[in-house]
């Protein structure tokens, strides 16, 4: 389901969905729906799979798959479905992509190829390509903390004249050259940052792609239905309220990880499971994490 807004393609608050694991560390396609369902409940209008916090990079091809197909079948036209194609090389990225369309994806993230650091024609023609092949509308991720190449100004231009390419995630921070970006460029620009949700909103960002949202997805909805009903206090408001959540997920850097321990605590999930090299959080970490959604006035089983 593409969102009927077109600032908005893909909705306003979107999950970066963890891939659940049973405890011998097999994809759990049950409870990636089950998990899936609930976030559309809390208020995500669009969901990510295979993404990085999904680790996209320990999970095969037909696993990811498998997974686009249950979310989607899953959730119905009740939130976008987006399929996270990303690789350092380009053919298996666009297999990726067209594995996707075909198990009923309704966009695709397509992120600058990482490690490799290739020039910026080179981020632009794998970008074309993947969505190219692909054939569903695209958001671009901008992400240079982890992939070493930024996606410079000239590129986007080039890129933003893709007739597929609709949107982008914006992890680089940098909100003033977001909002000459977005205005330039004309696509929808989403925060990749969980803490910069309201500074893109007001520099005419689309929304967020987020981790918090799996366990503050209540507050970031309401977050941006005050914004959009011109009621900043009480998106400001909202916003506070999810601090504690927002950096128990992400203060660490272990995004993956750390989601994990929030949907189990939420009852959401078995267990916490990764695939190495992450590690599931400690003992110790669960219990923090537990203590920030508390703070955050989170529902606990």
Known sequence: MLSAVASRPFGSVITAMVTPFTPD?????????TLAAWLVDQGCDGVLVNGTTGESSTTHSPEKADLVAVVHEAIGDRATVLAGAGSNDTLHAIRMAEQA??????GLLVVTPYYSRPSQAGVAGHMEAVVDAGGLPAMLYDVPGRTGVRIAPETYQRLAGHPLIVATKDATGDVSAAAGLADSTGLAWYSGDDGLLLPFLAHGGAGIVSVATHAVAPHFREAVDAWDAGDHGAALAAVRRALPAVAALNGAGMQAVMAKAAAQALGQLGNRVMRSPL??????????????LLAAGCQMP
């Open 25 to 33: 560390g097999a994809v759990d396609l049950g409870a990636a729906q």
């Open 101 to 106: 369309a075909d198990a009923g994806a309704d």
């Open 279 to 292: 590690v599931a959080a400690s003992d110790q970490e669960a219990a923090d994490v537990r203590a920030a």
